[in-house]
């Protein structure tokens, strides 16, 4: 649940509550961002651990630059705990990329309130759907992703044959009156 944002139109940054009564702050940075890069890579072990190697998804950083995407970095307590983003994915949604959150803060609600912001972040800026792709070495994301709302889609992207992936989208809430972006503007 959010606990407020700060800032007006332009913000660059959120608060969000977890179950366990943390804050989360979510912040908004470039992909090439040095702490950005850090937690990528912590992304990319993840798969070597897991598939044997990195993922193989062409991704341009200059994609996340809003209002066309963001990327967002979550801490708590000051720390880099983990990480999100969107880019915008033809016809008329976005992808998300790059959901992760570092092994000492999992378990905690942290992905839900990642998820949770880029979901809105792309709803405010005009978009209606969203997918994303996981793999079957990550049962936990595909549980979180199907406590979420999110339902099969057709594969795409580099992976779109491949038997390891999972693919998963859902339609984004409509805006209400007076909602406005604070990411992607």
Not at 97 to 104: L, N, S, T
């Amino acid at each position: 649940m959010p606990s407020g944002r700060s800032g007006g139109a332009m913000s660059t940054s959120a608060e969000r509550v977890l179950p366990d009564g943390s804050v989360a702050r979510l912040r908004a940075v470039p992909y090439d961002d040095p702490l950005a890069r850090t937690l990528v890579e912590a992304v990319q072990q993840e798969y070597v651990a897991r598939y044997g190697g990195r993922d193989e998804a062409v991704v341009d950083p200059a994609e996340f630059r809003p209002p066309a995407g963001l990327f967002l970095v979550a801490e708590l307590d000051g720390a880099p705990a983990g990480c999100g983003a969107w880019r915008v994915h033809p016809p008329g949604g976005v992808e998300i990329k790059r959901v992760y959150v570092a092994a000492g803060f999992r378990r905690r609600g942290l992905a839900q309130a990642i998820m949770a912001e880029l979901e809105c972040s792309a709803a405010r800026a005009g978009h209606r759907s969203v997918v994303l792709n996981t793999g079957r070495r990550q049962p936990e994301a595909v549980a979180l992703y199907a406590d979420l709302g999110y339902v099969p889609v057709p594969g795409f992207g580099v992976y779109a044959c491949s038997p390891e992936a999972v693919f998963l989208g859902k339609e984004l809430a409509a805006l209400t009156h007076g909602e406005e972006s604070t990411w992607a503007s």
